[in-house]
């Protein structure tokens, strides 16, 4: 009976009619209206269920003025939602003042609205204050929990303790969060895999923080974990809320929680000796870690039995394997084999708590090979010090060498000169001993720095043979075996003595060096007499002195051959008579020769000067009219005509004419063949090769000289001899004496025979005038020139 009388209750109060809002000048129009305070009326807000399923529109309120008895009112409201978008989400009755609400709410688009009611009379007259109605949008659990990500990603190390945060998830709920609505919690639905245990993992139900609940993270064993979340509002009532889901993936990462193990414990190797760079073993490893990680890269070092450093292990970046590399070269006389002992390591430090396995230390045999090596020079290079100038016989020295094959291999060393650049020495093949070919001498090119340099060749019989390098450095002790040199040998001076100027400074050059080289000394000879009377020499320094004129002596300008004796400080010294050519010349007052006097000087006088100006003005003289002749004979050539008159011009007289043949008393030939033939089936029926003589043969025609446009005196000649070879050689010319095709215009023609006609002279005729038009006319005038003879 309670349960009954409660629904009927709530049935009651759900039918109970809208709250009646009357306007502040208003009294109070029932029980349950508002109470006045004072002038003013406290409007309590209207609240409006989202998502209402209706019917629609609903009465949400009835709105008076207590005028209305009086007067008629209209009523209206204004503001969001009725005359301002969103346009009539309510509007009102105007004569009953009831509000009404026109659609579904959305809580999460809008949550309240602020609204205002009027009362105007029928012509538009404000009757009451307007009054402010505010409705709220209560809200209803209607938006289930979303996750910002579908997916997310975290991590945590291998061997975490409980209780280590891993990471953050989240979700939001679009409902109100000051409610159960907007309420979420979190919860972890499944994880895989379920090892070790199917709850690794726990999250906090309210801030979505996961952490770990157990040990045993091993990432050797599992390396990610995918995890189920589950995001409930209504505080996580499973039975009225909304849920949704997210996949949370942890990776457990790697830590250096498994050292490196060698897969032996002994490794050998070999390697020949006198080889770098040259991997002689190979060393592996096992680590569990994660691949090509500092936590699994491998770091191999050499403890013991190397000491002198010739192996190094560098290691494989793809197999992590060590190369045991050969560094420094080895010999087989002095090490056959290296035990070396090995500690790998990582090159991150092992996890707190992890001891080093008794396999990351192991032993390395290195095997040395012998090899045939090469002879060598104990001391390369060897000097030793000759004199120069020694004779060719002279024994140098013994430049011999050894072989480091001397435990298992028994070998013969051959020498043999390998460089020697001028060819002064030569080796002993057996035994290495160097003698002189030549004379040695300093002063050579080939000798550097008093250093002459040469190379040997030792070679062994070991197979194959093996062969090295020598070299001997002589240092050769200079003698004096080069007299000196003067310098300069050309030079001038003035015609007479001058203060400032006294003589010309001349030094000489030695190719020896000291003490065989300076100080020098200068001295005139005796002879000729001539020399020492009007030069003279005097000391400067040890390798300077000063030749010049005697005083009031007066020399004619020209050059003058000066013989000077010079004289090293060798023991015994050299002497070299060498001559100076000194020019002598008039000078100006800075004693510098002047231009006539250095021509004078040149041993030319001024008549000799003289004349040979005027040879170079003739000669130039005739060079110019021998242009101006050439220029006017050019012009002549261009514009001169024949020398000859043009009538008498052979060329304008040298006619082609076509011939009949022979005279009048040749009259044995056939008529026919004057007659165009009807048909040239019998012509060109013929075998190829085979013509008439009278045919024109088919070829190009000969190119005969062209006549110049202004012809020149002296090419008649050559035009002439030139046509004729060019007539000679044409064979389309017909021969002289044969019968010629001409064009033939057919039979039938209308014309008389031009035999029939005859001459209409009368009278005779006079053709003595025959005799002057040449041989060529010959025959016709004594034809008919005869007179009465005839």
């Known amino acids: ?34 109470r006045r305070q004072k002038r003013d009326w ?13 019917p629609f529109p609903q009465m949400l309120v009835s709105i008076r003025s207590d005028q209305d008895k009086d007067i008629s009112i209209r009523y209206s409201i204004t503001g969001v939602g009725a005359d301002q978008p969103p346009n009539e989400v309510f509007n009102i009755d105007p004569v009953l003042g009831k509000m009404f609400v026109t659609k579904p709410l959305d ?89 070790p245990i199917p709850n690794m993992f726990t999250i906090n139900s309210e801030t979505g923080d996961i952490v770990t609940v157990a040990p045993g993270l091993d990432r050797e064993k599992v390396s990610q974990y995918t995890i189920i979340v589950q995001a409930t509002d209504m505080e996580g009532n499973l039975n009225f809320g909304l849920s ?10 790697d830590i ?54 010739h192996f190094t292990i560098r290691t494989d970046p793809v197999t992590n394997d060590g190369m045991v590399t050969v560094v420094k070269p080895v010999d087989f006389e002095m090490n056959r084999a290296f035990m070396l002992t090995v500690v790998v390591s990582n090159q991150a430090h092992l996890a707190s708590g992890i001891q080093s396995s008794l396999e990351s230390t192991a032993g390395v045999t290195i095997s040395v090979q012998d090899v045939n090596e090469p002879p060598y020079f104990p001391t390369n290079p060897k000097h030793i010090r000759f004199e120069e100038g020694v004779p060719a016989g002279t024994s140098l020295t013994t430049f011999s060498a050894s072989d480091p094959d001397r435990l298992q291999m028994q070998q013969t060393i051959r020498y043999s000169k390998l460089n020697d650049p001028a060819d002064w020495l030569s080796i002993n093949r057996t ?15 080939y000798v550097k720095n008093n250093i002459y340099e040469a190379t040997f060749l030792a070679t062994d019989n070991g197979s194959p043979a093996a062969s090295g390098t020598g070299t001997l450095q002589i240092y050769l002790i200079d003698i004096n075996d080069n007299p000196p040199a003067l310098i300069p040998r050309e030079s001038q001076i003035c015609e007479r003595v001058n203060k400032n100027v006294h003589g010309v400074n001349i030094t000489a050059a030695d190719a020896d060096t000291d003490p065989n080289a300076g100080p020098f000394v200068f001295e005139l000879p005796n002879f000729p ?57 008039p000078c100006d007052e800075h004693g510098d020769c002047t231009t006539l006097g250095a021509v004078a000087a040149a041993g030319l006088g001024t008549g000799a000067i003289i004349s040979i100006l005027i040879c170079i003005i003739i000669l130039l003289s005739m060079v110019l009219l021998f242009v101006v002749w050439i220029k006017r004979r050019e012009k002549e050539r261009h514009t001169k005509q024949l020398l000859i ?89 017909p021969p002289y004496d044969s019968l010629l095709v001409f064009d033939y215009e057919g039979s039938g023609s209308t014309a008389g025979s031009v035999s029939s006609l005859n001459s209409s002279s009368t009278g005779d005729q006079d053709y003595d005038y025959l005799n002057d038009w040449g041989p060529r006319f010959k025959k016709l005038a004594d034809m008919y020139g005869g007179g009465d003879d005839d």
């Open 244 to 253: 949704n889901t997210a996949t949370a993936i942890i990776t457990v990462t």
């Open 431 to 445: 035994n290495g001993q160097i003698v002189t070919t030549a004379m040695l001498d300093r002063e050579s090119i």
């Open 256 to 309: 250096n929680d498994n050292p490196p193990m060698l897969t032996s414990r002994t490794f050998s190797g070999e390697v020949p000796e006198n080889r770098v760079d040259l991997v002689v073993a190979n060393l592996t490893v096992i680590d569990a870690d994660q691949p090509h990680s500092p936590n699994w890269n491998t770091i191999y070092r050499i403890i013991s039995g190397d000491p002198s450093g």
């Open 42 to 54: 406290v409007i309590p807000p209207i609240n409006v269920a989202e998502n209402s399923r209706g």
């Open 107 to 195: 809580r999460e688009h809008r949550s309240s609205y602020h609204l205002r009611a009027h009362a105007v009379d029928m012509n538009g007259n404000q009757v009451e204050n307007p009054i402010d109605l505010y409705i709220f949008v209560i809200d209803m659990n209607d938006n289930r929990p979303e996750f910002k990500n579908q997916v997310y990603n975290g991590s945590v190390d291998e061997g975490s303790k409980p209780g280590t945060y891993v990471m953050h998830v989240s979700a939001f709920d679009g409902d109100d969060n000051t409610t159960a609505n907007g309420m979420v919690r979190y919860r972890i639905l499944s994880q895989m895999p379920h090892t």
């Open 645 to 733: 008159d043009p009538e008498d011009d052979v060329r304008d007289n040298i006619l082609k004419y076509d011939e009949e043949g022979g005279g009048e008393e040749d009259q044995d030939y056939d008529l026919s063949q004057l007659q165009q033939p009807d048909s040239l089936e019998h012509i060109i029926s013929k075998p190829p090769g085979v013509r008439r003589v009278d045919e024109r043969p088919i070829i190009p025609e000969s190119q005969y000289p062209i006549r110049p446009v202004v012809p020149h005196p002296g090419d008649i000649g050559d035009f002439i001899h030139e046509g004729l070879r060019a007539a000679d050689n044409d064979p389309t010319a």
């Open 529 to 585: 007499t001539s020399i020492r009377r009007n030069w003279t020499i005097s000391r400067i320094s040890g390798d300077y002195a000063r030749l010049g004129l005697r005083y009031q002596i007066y020399l004619e300008p020209g050059v003058y051959e000066v013989p000077v004796i010079v004289s090293d400080s060798g023991n015994p010294p050299l002497s070299n008579r060498s001559v100076i050519k000194v020019k002598v010349c």
């Open 1 to 34: 009976k309670g349960k009954v009388a409660e629904r009927k209750e709530r049935k009651e109060e759900s039918q109970a009619p809208p709250p009646v809002i009357m306007f502040s000048g208003s009294g109070l129009n029932s029980s349950k209206g508002l």
